[in-house]
């Protein structure tokens, strides 16, 4: 969002560089970092994001919502290995899916839930909730969005070997099990 917060500032710029953005990009990945939108929690702060949003849909851009459950990135205020970590979850995937319905078209729901092991990383998450927090997600972001496409976004996993493995058996689990997801980014 640090383009589109320069480009708030100043109107002469904003012009210029949404020129140049729209004729060079037709997709922009917008940052939904937890700590960063909501400090204190209740407290949302998605004014950014909703500018970035509103550029890239008159523009045409479409856009990918950048994670909505990544253990890097939560919230100090977020309690471990507590059962009010899924309601906060929920909550946090149910306001931003619906509060940018139609605008942003992509969600990366779970980002890097496999460790460099193979294996699912802890995170308060699978601690709470357990295993299945990666299936959830994915159906809360579903039924807060039923037309966005849905992405599990991991590193390390482009190339052949264990963790590519993990992930593979990972989306074709989400697949078996009928879990709304549309696609696998690699890093």
């Known amino acids: 969002c640090n383009f589109f917060k320069a480009a708030r500032s100043d109107d002469t710029w904003q012009l210029k ?15 939904f970092y937890w700590p960063a939108y909501e ?26 919502g950048h994670p909505l459950a990544w253990t ?13 970590v899924m309601k906060l979850q929920l909550g ?5 899916m619906k509060q940018f ?18 294996k699912v990383r802890r995170t308060p998450w699978l601690s709470t909730i357990g295993p299945d ?8 972001a579903h039924e807060a969005d039923p037309d966005a496409l849905l992405f599990y976004n991991d590193y390390g996993a482009s190339d052949m070997g264990g963790k590519s493995l993990a992930v593979y058996d990972l989306a074709r689990a989400l697949i078996d099990a009928q879990v709304p997801i ?3 980014g690699l890093q």
């Not at 927090?133 to 809360?140: D, G, L, Q, T, V």
């Open 133 to 140: 927090y990666i299936e959830m997600a994915f159906r809360w």
């Open 39 to 64: 400090r204190e929690k209740g407290k949302p702060r998605d004014s950014e994001a909703e500018y970035a949003a509103s550029i890239c849909r008159d523009l045409g851009i479409t856009t990918k």
């Open 101 to 118: 319905k139609g605008k942003i078209q992509i969600w990366d729901v779970v980002n890097e839930a496999v460790n460099d092991r193979a």
């Open 17 to 31: 560089y949404r020129r140049l953005f729209s004729d060079l990009f037709n997709f922009a990945t917008i940052g």
């Open 92 to 96: 946090r995937i149910e306001r931003e």
């Open 72 to 84: 890097n990135q939560s919230p100090k205020w977020l309690p471990e290995n507590d059962s009010e």
């Open 182 to 184: 549309h696609g696998v």
